[in-house]
């Protein structure tokens, strides 16, 4: 069975059996379902079993922290090989081979099947949309008044804490997505947020998108202070909280490009915070002017 799926205007195909268990953990996805399966971006098919790889070569590991994925690349054949594990310590548990351009994956699931699916469709997603006015964000968003504020900062710093605090303490909040929204250059200049089926723990897959209104960068502190940020800090802010490979060039020149039409298109903030209620309308009053 083969179904085609549409993130922020980008669309992807996933082959897998039709029995297939896997089908039954693709929720997420039904909201971005997409009858025209014309021009994808890219085609991710599941793998019976993997071929012998045992002379591929290692490239780089990344992992954000003992309790985060630990995903590494190799080189195998013209190939990039993806060995990825639920956390740091943690054995393989999927595998993920693809071709240089990112247009044809093959993924191979040997435990959490969400798991699985979900960081080899994310990361796919990201690799081949780099180039493509798009950014798959480590970010929180929250919706006020038609408009995406995004919060960005280190894993516990504490983004979904201060999107929950809008919600809580601010009116005609909502949350659009809590882990990994999609921000696109829109055709017009105009830079949108889009909601995806990656949301972290906060089971949040809308398909909708709004103008971004300010993002803000978070970082814990002892009382509550924002200010407005420089491009060169809004770029370095920005540039650590999205996904992607910087060493492969064409990719990191696509996610540059990208990166210096947002941040000189919406105002980005610094926000020194407790997680309280006063934080929440610091910052909506400063960001929403």
């Given at each position: 069975?083969?179904?085609?799926y549409?993130?922020?205007?980008?669309?992807?195909a996933?082959?897998?059996?039709?029995?297939?268990?896997?089908?039954?953990?693709?929720?997420?996805?039904?909201?971005?379902?997409?009858?025209?399966?014309s021009?994808?971006?890219?085609?991710?098919?599941?793998?019976?079993?993997?071929?012998?790889t045992?002379?591929?070569?290692?490239v780089?590991?990344?992992?954000?922290?003992?309790?985060?994925?630990?995903?590494?690349?190799?080189?195998?054949?013209?190939?990039?090989?993806?060995?990825?594990?639920?956390?740091?310590?943690?054995?393989?548990?999927?595998y993920?081979?693809?071709d240089?351009?990112?247009?044809?994956?093959?993924?191979?699931?040997?435990?959490?099947?969400?798991f699985?699916?979900?960081?080899?469709?994310?990361?796919?997603f990201?690799?081949?949309?780099?180039?493509?006015?798009?950014?798959?964000?480590?970010?929180?968003v929250?919706?006020?008044?038609?408009?995406?504020y995004?919060?960005?900062?280190?894993?516990?710093?504490?983004?979904?804490?201060?999107?929950?605090?809008?919600?809580?303490?601010?009116?005609?909040?909502?949350?659009?997505?809590?882990?990994?929204?999609?921000?696109?250059?829109?055709e017009?200049?105009?830079?949108?947020?889009?909601?995806?089926?990656?949301?972290?723990?906060?089971?949040?897959?809308?398909?909708?998108?709004?103008?971004?209104?300010?993002?803000?960068?978070?970082?814990?502190?002892?009382?509550?202070?924002?200010?407005?940020?420089?491009l060169v800090?809004?770029?370095?802010?920005?540039?650590?909280?999205?996904?992607?490979?910087?060493f492969?060039?064409?990719?990191?020149?696509?996610?540059?490009a990208?990166n210096?039409?947002?941040?000189?298109?919406?105002?980005?903030?610094?926000?020194?915070?407790?997680?309280?209620?006063?934080?929440?309308?610091?910052?909506?009053?400063?960001?929403?002017?």
């Open positions: 069975m083969k179904k085609t549409r993130v922020a205007g980008h669309k992807f996933v082959v897998m059996p039709d029995n297939d268990a896997a089908w039954n953990e693709m929720g997420p996805y039904e909201p971005f379902v997409c009858v025209d399966a021009d994808c971006l890219f085609t991710a098919e599941l793998l019976e079993a993997m071929p012998d045992s002379d591929k070569q290692k780089t590991v990344s992992c954000e922290g003992s309790d985060m994925p630990r995903i590494e690349l190799y080189e195998w054949r013209g190939q990039w090989l993806m060995e990825m594990a639920p956390l740091l310590e943690a054995p393989v548990r999927a993920l081979l693809t240089k351009t990112f247009q044809e994956a093959k993924f191979r699931i040997l435990g959490s099947i969400r699985s699916l979900g960081t080899s469709l994310m990361l796919m990201a690799f081949a949309t780099a180039r493509k006015n798009t950014l798959l964000m480590h970010s929180s929250t919706v006020k008044d038609g408009k995406g995004l919060f960005l900062g280190k894993s516990g710093t504490g983004k979904s804490t201060h999107s929950q605090l809008w919600i809580n303490n601010i009116e005609g909040c909502s949350l659009l997505n809590d882990d990994n929204p999609v921000l696109r250059v829109m017009d200049g105009e830079v949108h947020v889009f909601g995806s089926p990656w949301s972290g723990k906060t089971p949040c897959y809308q398909n909708i998108d709004v103008p971004v209104g300010a993002i803000v960068n978070l970082r814990q502190a002892k009382k509550n202070t924002i200010r407005r940020m420089s800090e809004a770029y370095a802010a920005m540039y650590v909280s999205f996904s992607g490979y910087r492969i060039k064409e990719m990191a020149d696509g996610l540059h990208t210096e039409k947002v941040v000189g298109t919406v105002p980005c903030y610094a926000l020194d915070c407790l997680p309280d209620a006063e934080a929440a309308w610091l910052c909506y009053k400063t960001v929403s002017q």
